[in-house]
């Protein structure tokens, strides 16, 4: 095993996009002495995982393994599992800047020395990066992803995501759409630029396709006035009049928009709208209060402020849209009242991957596990506090 992760490295680099999964396969075989290998892939939910070599393994099969890949995938930690046989199976995390893909599985004849796994774990990180590529190039990985067939307003959301997690020497962020497989305008969108992180949370007007598209505008003019230079402020006043001239008043766009410094912990923001942001520190959750400016698009030539606040190493922000704290099944009290609250609070021990998920959770609890009636979006990001230069943009 004297380079094994080169070895792999250069049959990713040689294979066809649709084709890593086979690849690796081979390559990891040879270069590690393992029996089997299975590339197992995140749905839309992120609430399970899925083959990709194997994508017809029987139920019995799947769920035997189901467990120790979900340990790996939420702790982002190699998981390894011996059986009565003597035979391993290792579980690693396939992660890039860490946006959380999936996991790799490999079989080995016995319980591996240190040196394996560390190989196995480079190994593992040069597939993910190489399935993030493949992503532009081939539906195979994304068809793995899905449960059930997206609308046509959700497959336009996914596309236009970021991502749904990164990491940063400073800061973990993470965010989830809901209901994943028919969200409509509902949309995050963020930006990583030395020590500025640029994040904005959209609660998107009306449904299906209509509402996809406008927010796919909103995105877009905003991103447009950002990677020409522009402040948070003319990002909205970009948005802003790109969505009036186009709908003369009749359609706009609830948008929070905000820019933190990440060494500093000083956070920018223009509140045109609903979406709200709240502060976890310790165990309390507050509401970080904004001056409301008009959403986008509803007037010509609307001009915004930016307000500004900060934060302190350890505290967890969560932006969330109407969807979420507004939410009033069969005339209950709405979901933010005092629910979201307290399933914030619950999150505190886990990492922000993982607490948007548990938001969610809670919030189709709370619907009694029916369909949502609106959009939701969850945003979680933690603020580490300033690390030394030489670490930015580690992980």
């Known amino acids: 095993m004297p380079d094994a992760p080169g070895q792999v490295s250069r049959a990713l680099r040689a294979a066809p996009p649709d084709q890593l999964a086979e690849a690796a396969d081979r390559a990891i075989r040879l270069a590690l002495d393992v029996s089997r290998t299975e590339v197992f892939i995140a749905d839309y939910r992120s609430s399970g995982l899925w083959p990709v070599l194997d994508p017809d393994l029987p139920d019995g099969g799947f769920l035997a393994c189901r467990g120790m890949a979900q340990r790996c995938f939420s702790s982002q930690q190699p998981v ?64 793995a992803r ?38 409509s305008g509902d949309h995050f969108d963020w930006s990583v630029d030395g020590n500025r992180l640029t994040l904005t949370v959209l609660n998107g007007a009306g449904s299906g396709l209509a509402a996809s598209l406008l927010t796919a505008v909103t995105v877009n003019a905003m991103r447009n006035a950002r990677r ?38 000083l956070v920018k923001a223009v509140d045109a709208g609903s979406p709200h942001v709240l502060r976890l520190r310790g165990g309390t959750v507050a509401p970080i209060a904004l001056e409301q400016q008009l959403p986008l698009g509803m007037f010509a030539e609307t001009r915004y402020d930016a307000q500004e606040f900060t934060v302190e190493p350890g505290d967890r922000l969560f932006v969330v849209s109407d969807g979420v704290y507004a939410a009033e099944p069969d005339g209950r009290e709405p979901y933010g009242e005092r629910t979201m609250a307290r399933s914030m609070r619950s999150t505190r021990l886990q990492p922000a991957t993982e607490a948007v998920g548990t938001v969610m959770r809670e919030l189709h609890a709370y619907h009694a596990d029916a369909d949502l009636r609106d959009d939701a979006v969850v945003v979680c990001l933690d603020w580490r506090g300033s690390s030394p230069p030489d670490s930015a943009g580690g992980q």
Not at 107 to 134: H, K, M, S, Y
Not at 148 to 169: F, I, K, N
């Open 80 to 143: 390894l599992d011996t059986g009565q046989d003597g035979r391993c199976r290792a579980y690693l995390p396939l992660s890039v800047w860490g946006e959380r893909l999936g996991v790799l599985m490999v079989e080995l004849p016995a319980a591996p020395d240190p040196g394996i796994v560390e190989a196995a774990l480079d190994v593992a990180g040069d597939l993910a990066v190489a399935l993030r590529a493949a992503d532009r190039e081939t539906d195979r990985y994304r068809c």
């Open 228 to 265: 020409s230079g522009g402040s948070l402020v003319e990002q909205a006043e970009l948005a802003s009049d790109t969505i009036f001239y186009e709908h003369r008043g009749s359609r706009h766009v609830a948008t929070l928009l905000l820019e933190m410094d990440t060494r500093r912990g």
């Open 146 to 183: 899905r449960r059930e067939r997206l609308s046509m307003a959700a497959e336009m959301q996914w596309d236009l995501l970021p991502g749904r997690s990164v990491t940063h020497g400073d800061f973990v962020l993470a965010g989830q759409l809901e209901p994943a497989y028919t969200v």
